[in-house]
């Protein structure tokens, strides 16, 4: 799946949520562009946090459903790969998958403009919006700033 925007912009958490409990509930495995395969695993999720920063600070985009972001329509990119036998679905459940999420989202319309838009995906079963990321951030910048006015003091006395 590909979660992205221009310029680092992400689409609604909400959107990204829905289509994975789809992709849960028509049996479809779903990966995470960028991401490492072990979900349960630290590393792992740090290496696939630190994977899709780096791709969204590159602000390049690799799917053309992130080209909508700037006309306020959020969409996320779904792609297959191999063949049907390997990963058993068909047609079928393409087309089930795409009638859900059309359904859903149709459902779900009124609700968008609660959900979070700034947040990081470390795998696809998690994301840390942006609350939670900004105050150790914050607390980091004070921190400088003091060391910054402390040594400023020193010079001046």
Same mark, same amino acid.
């Given at each position: 799946?590909?979660?992205?925007?221009?310029?680092?912009?992400? !689409?609604?958490?909400?959107?990204?949520?829905?289509?994975?409990?789809?992709?849960?509930?028509?049996?479809?495995?779903?990966?995470l562009?960028? $991401?490492? +395969?072990? @979900?349960?695993?630290?590393?792992?999720?740090?290496?696939?946090?630190?994977? #899709?920063?780096?791709?969204? $600070?590159?602000?390049?985009?690799?799917?053309?459903?992130?080209?909508? +972001?700037?006309?306020?329509?959020?969409?996320?990119?779904?792609?297959?790969?191999?063949?049907?036998?390997?990963?058993?679905?068909?047609?079928? +459940?393409?087309?089930?998958?795409?009638?859900?999420?059309?359904?859903?989202? #149709? #459902?779900?319309?009124?609700?968008?403009h609660? $959900?979070?838009?700034?947040?990081?995906?470390?795998? @696809?079963?998690?994301?840390?919006?942006?609350s939670?990321?900004?105050? !150790?951030?914050?607390?980091?910048?004070?921190?400088?700033? $003091?060391?910054?006015?402390?040594?400023?003091?020193?010079?001046?006395?």
């Open positions: 799946m590909y979660v992205e925007a221009i310029n680092g912009q992400l !689409p609604d958490i909400d959107l990204v949520v829905l289509v994975r409990q789809i992709c849960r509930q028509e049996r479809i495995e779903l990966l562009r960028n $991401a490492p +395969h072990d @979900i349960g695993d630290f590393t792992g999720n740090l290496l696939g946090l630190h994977a #899709n920063m780096a791709w969204q $600070a590159a602000g390049r985009v690799s799917f053309p459903s992130a080209l909508y +972001h700037p006309y306020n329509i959020h969409a996320v990119g779904v792609q297959t790969e191999g063949t049907a036998r390997r990963n058993r679905f068909s047609w079928q +459940h393409i087309g089930r998958f795409t009638e859900s999420v059309l359904r859903s989202v #149709n #459902n779900l319309e009124e609700q968008f609660t $959900a979070y838009y700034f947040y990081l995906m470390p795998c @696809i079963q998690r994301f840390v919006c942006l939670v990321y900004m105050i !150790p951030c914050g607390l980091l910048l004070a921190s400088s700033a $003091a060391k910054v006015l402390s040594l400023w003091f020193k010079m001046w006395n």
